[in-house]
Each structure stands twice: as C-alpha cells, then as structure tokens.
C-alpha cells in the first residue's frame, strides 16, 4: 500500500491564479481530511469528508473548495490565491476503529508559496 | 473550543539519553483521545503514540511513552534510549470523541538528539 499520496510536493502560485492538489488514498478509508500547516504552528482543519459525495467544513474553509466523488480521491481547489494561503497543505485519511480512535494516516504534505 | 498547548518550543537530548516533552490540553469534554505525532523534515506526520481518555493506563510503544494525568489535562511524551532518528518536531494532538472529524493540534515542540 503505497498510503496516502499527495501531488505536487512544491508549487509556486501567482495572487489571482488557481489549482488543484491532489490526495489519494489507497486503505479504502472513509474518512479524508486537508489540513494546513503554518510556519511554526500546527495544523489546521480546513476540510474534511466521511465519505464520497459528502463534505463539510473544518476550521479554516474559506478560500477553498473540496470535492469527494471516489473513495480514493480528495482533491482541493484553491480558486484565487492569496499570499494568507502560502502553507504547507497535508492531507490524512481514517476509518473507524471500535472503540472510535480512527487513526488519521497523513500525506508527505504539499508546499504552496503564493506570490 | 478544544486547545492543545505545548510549552516547549524546543527540546534537546544526548544519544541514550531519556527526553519527555509536555503537553497540556482543555477540554469540558469527558471522553476523548490524545495522540503524539512526529514530523521529521521530509515533514510527512507519523503517528508516535495514542491515548483513550477513558483509560487510566498509560500507553507504551516501545521506547516511547505517555504519562496521562486527566484531572490535570496533561498528556507527556517520555522517549528513552533517545536515538539520532527521533530527532523532529512532535506535535500533540486531541480528537473529541463526539466529533471525530476534529482534531486539535498543538504547535510542536523541535527535539535535536546530540550524538
């Protein structure tokens, strides 16, 4: 299992401009989340999914955009960049555990400079 | 709101050596669950170490280590025999048991292991 996969590792953006980072995940989970993470700081909840078709807001949406159409893939749009958007971006995937720990398994993370 | 605060922005220990990193987290929640991860700097998040609130054990994986005080939300990391990979940032994390979807992080404590 290669686990949760994340492209690209490093992106430069201009203000204005848009794009997508790409999640994949291959455990069959549920459960996909995007965090952000900024310098110093620990991370951020900006959106999660409990499954396809389903989405919800974290603590940090705005400025961004999810959709879940496959198990497998969760992608998130950043329609017009803003420097405030300059972050290192990991996604995580879960599933339920009894007991209910669902451990979160994390991407290798996806660096994004806004300029 | 959930806060998770770790206190030590940076930490050091020798080779061999037994290092323990604070955090300290509130909560009105009863039920939860704590998590240790370790970010080095291919900054890919790996799960160290997890605790279930409702469990007085601590929890022990190997050479690492929690001690677990609920009634004064603290939640330590202890790793003995320190070696030169365990050098990275830790961060300490809670998830509610009623929300799994949020969880709360807290701003990393950076451990150099000297050699």
């Known amino acids: 299992n290669a686990g949760v996969t994340q492209t690209p590792k490093f992106r430069i953006l201009k203000i204005g401009q848009s794009m997508t980072l790409q999640c994949t995940q291959d455990m069959n989970h549920n459960y996909m989340y995007w965090y952000r993470q900024d310098p110093g700081m620990g991370l951020k909840l900006i959106y999660y999914s409990v499954g396809a078709g389903i989405t919800d807001k974290g603590e940090v949406p705005n400025g961004y955009n999810v959709s879940r159409s496959t198990t497998e893939d969760f992608p998130l749009r950043l329609e017009l960049a803003a420097p405030s958007q300059t972050s290192v971006y990991f996604c995580a995937s879960s599933q339920p555990e009894r007991g209910g720990l669902g451990t979160q398994y994390f991407g290798p993370g996806t660096r994004l400079l806004v300029l | 709101a959930q806060t998770v605060t770790q206190s030590q922005p940076e930490m050091s220990v020798q080779e061999a050596e037994t290092v323990t990193l604070s955090c300290t987290y509130d909560?009105?929640?009863?039920?939860?669950?704590l998590f240790w991860y370790k970010q080095p700097p291919s900054r890919q998040m790996i799960l160290v170490i997890r605790q279930e609130a409702y469990k007085q054990q601590n929890a022990t994986e190997n050479r690492f280590s929690v001690n677990f005080q609920k009634a004064a939300k603290s939640f330590s990391l202890k790793i003995s025999d320190s070696q030169l990979g365990d050098a990275a940032m830790y961060f300490c994390?809670?998830?509610?048991?009623?929300?799994?979807?949020?969880?709360?992080f807290g701003a990393g404590t950076r451990l150099t292991v000297k050699p």
């Open positions: 909560t009105s929640e009863s039920d939860y669950y």
């Open positions: 994390a809670y998830r509610s048991a009623y929300n799994n979807n949020d969880m709360r």
